[in-house]
């Protein structure tokens, strides 16, 4: 059974950068579909990025592009999300999620068909 374990939140200032890490055990990450989703207090969980099974198709949420970038190692079952240039409103809890067959090649901006999630890792932005 597929688990997700997220890492590397924690506070920074304004402006400054976190890796977030997704680490996948359980199976082979290569035929899924991976999600990054926020959720800040007081607000419904967003989805922020996500990257298709092989890597070839990413998106992002207007309010984080440019800003953010995701990435995925499947032999090291690893995903990513790197965030630069962060702000106040990037504060949040950050899941990831999984999306398997047959929905694997694509990459989804909404929570449907995400079957599998993270325990969240807290991002806060704050001088």
């Known amino acids: 059974q597929l688990q997700l374990v997220e890492s590397g939140g924690g506070s920074v200032q304004p402006g400054g950068s976190l890796r977030l890490s997704c680490a996948a055990s359980?199976?082979?990450?290569?035929?899924?579909?991976i999600g990054w989703f926020r959720q800040a207090p007081g607000k419904e969980r967003e989805a922020v990025s996500c990257?298709?099974?092989?890597?070839?198709?990413?998106n992002y949420i207007d309010s984080v592009k440019g800003r953010f970038t995701i990435s995925r190692d499947n032999a090291k079952n690893m995903v990513y999300l790197q965030m630069n240039s962060l702000k106040p409103d990037d504060t949040a809890i950050y899941y990831c999620?999984?999306?398997?067959?047959?929905?694997?090649?694509?990459?989804?901006?909404?929570?449907?068909?995400?079957?599998?999630w993270g325990q969240g890792t807290q991002v806060t932005v704050s001088s």
């Open positions: 999620a999984a999306a398997g067959p047959p929905l694997h090649p694509m990459c989804i901006m909404m929570n449907v068909g995400y079957a599998d």
């Open positions: 990257i298709s099974s092989k890597g070839d198709n990413t």
């Open positions: 359980g199976v082979t990450l290569d035929t899924y579909s």
